[in-house]
């Protein structure tokens, strides 16, 4: 029931439920590795942005994926690890929104997908991986042992952005943020490429109302019904 080779626990759901703190928080815990899929593909965005690339050239964006000359440094305490692009630091302005926005417009595109895949594999390494992301349990890790899909509803996700983003110094409104959160899932859901949907046997959490605290101790009781045993 657990697989074979390294470990892999995916969280996949919508952008604001809680999935790049609790996948971290969880990394943390069991001492494995952390996959912020996200971060890719704002990573390609912002790259398109700065070089001039349109959001539509889906050849010069699968080449810009292909080529992408990125670093992620982990950082202690479930904190969120620095990114570099060709070794300048992008932490920050890869949260911005108009970065997201580009990063839901390029993850449309199937062949910057595809540019992505085995760069998103190699994270894959002893002792495990927990994998942040919309298509971490349908595409990239289809046999991973244990599969979360992270939801809230789009009024929470908006709240929790918005303090985050105001926590960051940022100027946002709550109302702009609602509107966006809204766009961005109704692109990420129906997009034919790698639609943002929970895997089959994925285990849904309503993080509503929930403390993050909660929400990783949840998964990790999952983790140790299902897998521990058989990996001590
Ligand atoms: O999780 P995030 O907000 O950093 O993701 C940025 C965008 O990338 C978002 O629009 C969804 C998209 N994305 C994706 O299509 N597939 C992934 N595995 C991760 C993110």
Not at 155 to 176: C, I, N, S, W
Not at 190 to 202: C, F, G, I, M, V
Request: include cysteine; charge should be neutral; charged fraction near 30%.
């Amino acid at each position: 029931m657990c697989g074979e080779g390294v470990p892999v626990i995916t969280l996949d759901g919508p952008g604001g439920a809680g999935k790049g703190t609790v996948s971290r928080l969880l990394a943390q815990e069991l001492g494995w590795h952390y996959l912020d899929s996200g971060a890719l593909y704002r990573l390609v965005g912002l790259a398109a942005l700065e070089r001039g690339i349109s959001l539509t050239d889906e050849a010069a964006l699968a080449e810009l994926a292909r080529n992408l000359d990125a670093q992620f440094e982990p950082s202690d305490g479930g904190a969120e690890p620095r990114i570099y692009l060709q070794g300048r630091e992008v932490t920050a302005a890869l949260r911005s929104e108009n970065c997201g926005e580009a990063a839901s417009r390029v993850a449309a595109l199937g062949r910057v997908r595809h540019a992505l895949l085995e760069r998103q594999r190699r994270f894959r390494r002893p002792p495990g991986l927990v994998a942040d992301g919309r298509d971490m349990g349908t595409v990239v890790f289809p046999d991973a042992p244990l599969k979360i899909f992270l939801t809230a509803s789009a009024e929470e996700r908006a709240r929790r952005r918005y303090k985050q983003l105001k926590d960051k110094g940022m100027d946002v409104r709550l109302d702009d943020l609602f509107k966006e959160i809204e766009a961005r899932d109704a692109r990420d859901r129906n997009r034919s490429q790698a639609p943002l949907k929970a895997a089959a046997e994925a285990v849904e959490i309503d993080t509503t109302g929930m403390e993050i605290a909660e929400v990783v101790q949840r998964v990790l009781a999952l983790w140790r019904e299902r897998c521990a045993q058989e990996s001590v």
